[in-house]
Each structure stands twice: as structure tokens, then as C-alpha cells.
């Protein structure tokens, strides 16, 4: 893996085909043609530090896209990942306190509770996280099967974010299967704004939404998405797939920064802040 973003003199001097010696995370050029190890990528990812006024919650996402704009293949987003996309992927639930994430992608992606990593152990304990990241599902009518893993066998409670107006006996059945219900909506759905004031108020400040591209549209159109982690698959699908984001459209687009650019194999690895 190497650093294209930001540039500095040693990457600059870099030719193609140059770079091939070891370093540490300070030093960009010298990670060229290696896989960076985790403790190198969390230090990449690390989310932004605490403020006067104490840690603010930020969103970040993480999603995967091919060159002609495919979120998926197959309504899956594996055959477009790598083994690289899939150490960030890691590496970025292990930053979080929650990953945040919808019901449909919770039922086609086969979703399961985050793990204890014992790569991770100290890094988190030091942040004082717990050993794994909560999973959050945003779900209007609560249709999930509560006796899948991820409601019956999690290291932390799961969470379900719904609104007021959602049926109780859904509810009752969430929270008999060990669910921790959070209302974050005045109507069926969600308000993208309250889940994150919610979740701040539950302790996780450090949010990770791994979409889908529903939910992250709603995310993107209320204006509380702080990062983009998009990984650019050179892989081209044409189909009919989802983007990344979907839902109506803003009135203005919101215009993003790029933060920095990693590359391997031809997979690009873009992290982009709110300006």
C-alpha cells in the first residue's frame, strides 16, 4: 500500500515502481509496497481529537463503489471489495463506538455482531471503548429476525433506532430479544440528526455508518455526515446497482475535502471531510 494524499516531499520524489522500503506511518513513502499493518491504519483512520468542549460525535462512512458507480454486485458489496478494502473495513469498527447501519443491509449483507480483536485490545481500552463496537440498525417497521446472532449473542446490546410511531409489538419483541430500542423519530423512521444526538447521549461519539445506500442518503441530505471513507473498486458491473447514496436529491451539493488517498492493487482508499 502506498500514500498518494497528502503529498509530501518523499512521495513527491517517488517514480512509479519507487518506494519499495519500510517505514512508519509518518513517514508515507516508506509504507509503499508493503501491507501496512493495523496499528499504521488506525493511526490513518484516527477519528479527530476532542475539542475544548470534550469529544463532539462525528459520522463517518464507509462504503465501496465501482468505477462506473456501483455500490454492489449481485446485491452484495463483496465481489467489488479486496483483502485491503476489507483490512480498512476492519480497521474502521474497530475506531468506532457504533457502526450504524440499515435493516436491508443488515438482512442482504448477513449482518453479525462486531468481534473482539485482540489487535485492537489496547487501542480501545486507552480510548476507553468497550472490547467491540455496538451495532445500531435503523429499521421503521422493526421486520428483522430477532433470533439471528446479532440480537442473541452480541459483546454489547444491540441497538434498533426507530421512531415513535413504530408498531409496539415489534418493539416488544426487540427488546425480549435483547435489543435496546431507541426512538430517534417522531413518525416511523428515523430523523438522522436526533440518531446522532441519541447515540451521543448513549456515550458513542465515534460513529461509523456502513450504510446502505438508503440510509446514507438520508444521512447525506440532513447534512450530519462529517467523513467519507470511499473505496474505488477498479472493476467495472454496468447493471442497474444502487450508487452509494440514494433518495432525493439536495438542493445544493454538499462540497466535501479531500483528507488523504491510499492505493493498492488498483483499489483507491479516498477519505473525505466536511469542509
Known amino acids: 500500500m502506498r500514500r498518494l494524499f497528502p503529498v509530501t516531499e518523499e512521495t513527491a520524489a517517488q517514480a512509479p515502481g519507487e518506494g519499495r522500503r519500510t517505514g512508519d506511518a509518518s513517514a508515507p513513502g516508506g509504507l509503499a509496497g508493503r501491507e501496512w499493518t493495523l496499528a499504521e491504519l488506525a493511526a490513518a483512520y484516527a477519528y479527530p481529537e476532542p475539542g475544548a468542549a470534550g469529544r463532539a460525535p462525528w459520522l463517518r462512512a464507509n462504503m465501496v463503489s465501482t468505477l462506473d458507480g456501483a455500490a454492489q454486485h449481485e446485491g452484495r458489496s463483496q465481489p467489488i471489495s479486496s483483502a485491503a478494502d476489507m483490512r480498512i473495513f476492519g ?35 486507552a480510548a476507553g471503548q468497550g472490547p467491540a463496537p455496538a451495532i445500531a440498525v435503523v429499521t421503521a417497521s422493526l421486520e428483522l429476525d430477532f433470533a439471528l446472532p446479532l440480537f442473541t449473542s452480541p459483546l454489547v446490546p444491540t441497538l434498533i433506532l426507530t ?27 428515523i430523523d438522522p440528526a436526533r440518531a446522532v444526538r441519541a447515540l451521543a447521549e448513549l456515550g ?20 450530519v455526515l462529517d467523513e467519507l471513507c470511499l473505496t474505488v473498486s477498479p472493476m467495472l458491473t454496468a447493471g442497474d446497482a444502487q450508487r452509494i447514496a440514494g433518495g432525493p436529491s439536495v438542493r445544493v451539493p454538499h462540497r466535501f475535502t479531500l483528507a488523504s488517498l491510499l492505493e493498492e492493487d488498483g483499489f483507491l482508499f479516498s477519505r473525505y471531510r466536511r469542509t
Open 204 to 223: 458513542h461519539t465515534r460513529l461509523l455508518t456502513e450504510g446502505g445506500p438508503r440510509l446514507l442518503g438520508q444521512f447525506v441530505a440532513s447534512g
Open 91 to 125: 480497521t474502521l469498527r474497530a475506531l468506532a463506538d457504533v457502526v450504524v447501519v440499515g435493516a436491508e443491509t443488515v438482512r442482504q449483507e448477513g449482518y453479525r455482531p462486531a468481534r473482539a480483536r485482540t489487535e485492537f485490545e489496547a487501542l480501545r481500552e
Open 163 to 189: 421512531g415513535a410511531a413504530a408498531a409496539p409489538d415489534r418493539i416488544a419483541a426487540a427488546e425480549k430479544a435483547g435489543a435496546r430500542v431507541v426512538i430517534a423519530g417522531d413518525g416511523m423512521g
